[in-house]
């Protein structure tokens, strides 16, 4: 998948295009490691190509189908806790797995966002009053600096 990049639009298309490129620019960074390089460790924190693709996955979980669905965190579709569990891969999880993983929760944030208009508002626990808009331009955030991070590693990954 390859999302076109647009520059003129409304405000949503160039927001939610934005985010798309960037999801798809986060899983591009581990798309064709092996098992064993999207799993190894080159920072002391978690930080692996897989993990940093699991916990993308939460975030939008955390973000759309908790805060914006109002679902428990029991009730969502794979972790929703805001930990560092978010980076915890389990072993018979591939890296296909979780790319999967991450583009069905995307897939998910989309459509529970479209229920939206961007200056709808909730009231969120350790986040104060925010809106739609500030939400997809977070999660714009989120996957640009995790992107960034992948790239460092699939360098150190492929130019060792």
């Known amino acids: ?8 639009g409304t405000e ?4 939610e295009n934005m985010l798309d490129r960037n999801r798809e620019a986060l899983i591009e960074t581990a798309r ?54 978010t980076f915890a891969v389990t072993e018979d999880e591939t890296l ?12 998910r944030s ?3 966002a479209a229920r939206f208009s961007l200056d709808d508002t909730k ?6 009053t925010i809106s739609m808009r500030f939400t997809l331009l977070a999660m714009i955030e ?3 600096r995790h992107a960034g991070h992948g790239d460092i590693l699939r360098e150190q990954l492929t130019h060792a």
């Not at 998948?1 to 003129?8: E, G």
């Not at 949503?12 to 927001?15: G, H, K």
């Not at 979780?98 to 929760?105: D, H, L, M, P, Y």
Request: with cysteine.
């Open 1 to 8: 998948m390859s999302t076109t990049r647009i520059t003129n």
């Open 12 to 15: 949503r298309a160039l927001i």
């Open 32 to 85: 064709g490691l092996s098992e064993a390089d999207a799993r190894r460790k080159l920072v002391a924190s978690l930080t692996t190509p897989i993990s940093l693709l699991k916990h993308a996955a939460a975030a939008e979980r955390i973000w759309f189908q908790r805060f914006w669905a109002g679902l428990e965190e029991s009730e969502c579709d794979g972790y929703a806790a805001r930990d560092l569990g």
């Open 96 to 107: 296909a797995d979780v790319i999967a993983e991450f583009e069905r929760t995307s897939q």
């Open 110 to 112: 989309r459509e529970i």
């Open 123 to 128: 009231d969120i626990p350790r986040e104060g």
């Open 142 to 144: 989120e996957f640009a």
